[in-house]
């Protein structure tokens, strides 16, 4: 009897030792560990008895009493647990997923940052330069205008002196001293026109040669050709000045078309772009026509600058043109699809719920349909900007719009071609 009691007790104690876990369990452990941590963290609500699953079957694990039992209920408190944190993950909790989610996280803010420094110079060219051309072309119209009275005025003055001119330039005295004739500097040829250069005031001995034109330089017609010559060479020095710019960001090589040599040097563009003071009065001059000579100088001088700007705007027209409607609607549909991606990432971060390989899927298909809103985006200008649009939004905002909500606009296209099948049947 004593031998068979001993059995049946050795028996009991091999099956109290007895340990069922499998090699899945300390997994199965270590998963709804982080699982509870998480959920705690979170605040998450999970059901009471969950914690205290938990820590029997660690417990009994540890002190190997693994039973079935334990593990039917660790398998419950996972699953519970899985269906109360949604979307998140055991795979979205893992470290290494967390670590993959902060890389690509990082990269794209480079490329994010890259773009930036690509598309804001490339904007600011685009912008001074349309404003050059389009201020060029302004002064263009304006000086257009001025040249043919400019023109007309300056002749009509000539035929003024040329009345005055028996009484302006009697034969100069004996007496008068020879340096009152070589005040003059050498007249520069330019552009076919002689350039007389600055003029000093009158001399002594030479008052009675200057005092009839001096009158006739003071009077209303003249003051009113002064200011119009004063406002054509104004025009004249700022269009040379922004044209200059203009040739530079259009990487234009030739700037003087004509090849004029008044554009060679610095004393020369001088000469030619500034008037010669005192303003229709030469107290020197030899030849009634050396009064005029300035203005007709300026309008010859103007020739030049005009085609060397009309040339540099349809360069700039065709190449910041091209720029404008092709590359930079991309890039910027392009940055809307980086803004985009960078906000999920960073939702995804703080909450755990970043997939690595959906992911990289979605975030490519995201950044090629961006490309394909940016090329097509200006197809679609007038549509998009009819009553009730963003009708006041430029290209450039409509493809970085269509970058970042590129399902509203594809759905914007599902329904305008819903809306042309019907058409097409009620017709």
């Known amino acids: 009897m004593s031998d068979n009691s001993e059995q049946k007790s050795q028996r009991e104690d091999d099956d109290e030792r007895w340990n069922y876990a499998g090699a899945n369990v300390p997994r199965l452990i270590e998963y709804c560990d982080k699982l509870l941590d998480y959920a705690s963290s979170c605040g998450i609500k999970i059901a009471d008895n969950i914690p205290m699953d938990i820590a029997n079957a660690r417990s009994a694990f540890a002190r190997g009493k693994w039973m079935a039992d334990h593990e039917r209920k660790l398998y419950a408190a996972k699953s519970a647990m899985t269906n109360a944190i949604k979307p998140v993950t055991l795979h979205t909790l893992c470290d290494s997923t967390i670590q993959e989610a902060k890389k690509i996280t990082r990269f794209y803010f480079r490329l994010t940052f890259a773009l930036v420094v690509l598309i804001v110079p490339a904007s600011m060219i685009v912008f001074t330069d349309s404003s050059l051309s389009a201020k060029g072309k302004e002064l263009i119209k304006e000086n257009d205008q001025i040249a043919l009275d400019l023109h007309n005025e300056l002749q009509n003055y000539l035929i003024s002196i040329e009345k005055e001119e028996p009484q302006a330039m009697p034969v100069p005295a004996a007496s008068t001293t020879p340096t009152s004739l070589s005040l003059a500097k050498p007249s520069v040829h330019t552009s ?54 203009l040739v530079a960001l259009t990487l234009h090589v030739n700037e003087n078309v004509y090849e004029s040599p008044w554009m060679l040097s610095g004393s020369t563009r001088r000469e030619n772009l500034e008037l010669s003071l005192p303003i229709l009065h030469k107290p020197v001059a030899t030849k009634s026509e050396d009064t005029i000579n300035d203005g007709m100088q300026k309008l010859a001088v103007y020739q030049d600058i005009r085609a060397m700007a009309q040339n540099a705007q349809r360069t700039s027209d065709i190449f910041w043109g091209a720029v404008t409607t092709y590359l930079l609607p991309v890039l910027y549909s392009v940055l809307g699809a980086l803004a985009f991606i960078l906000r999920e990432l960073t939702d995804q971060n703080s909450k755990k719920t970043f997939y690595p390989s959906y992911a990289r899927l979605a975030n490519r298909l995201r950044l090629l349909t961006a490309v394909i809103v940016g090329t097509v985006i200006g197809l679609f200008d007038n549509a998009l900007k009819a009553p009730g649009t963003v009708a006041s939004a430029s290209p450039l905002a409509l493809a ?25 049947r009620d017709g």
């Open 400 to 424: 970085f719009f269509g970058g970042y909500a590129a399902d509203t606009f594809f759905s914007f296209l599902n329904k305008a071609a819903s809306q042309s099948r019907e058409k097409d």
């Open 192 to 245: 076919g026109l002689p350039r007389v250069s600055v003029a000093q005031g009158p001399q002594p001995g030479s008052a009675g040669l200057t005092d009839p034109m001096l009158m006739l330089s003071v009077t209303p017609p003249a003051l009113e050709l002064k200011r119009k010559l004063q406002d054509f060479s104004r025009n004249n020095r700022q269009l040379y000045a922004e044209t200059k710019w």
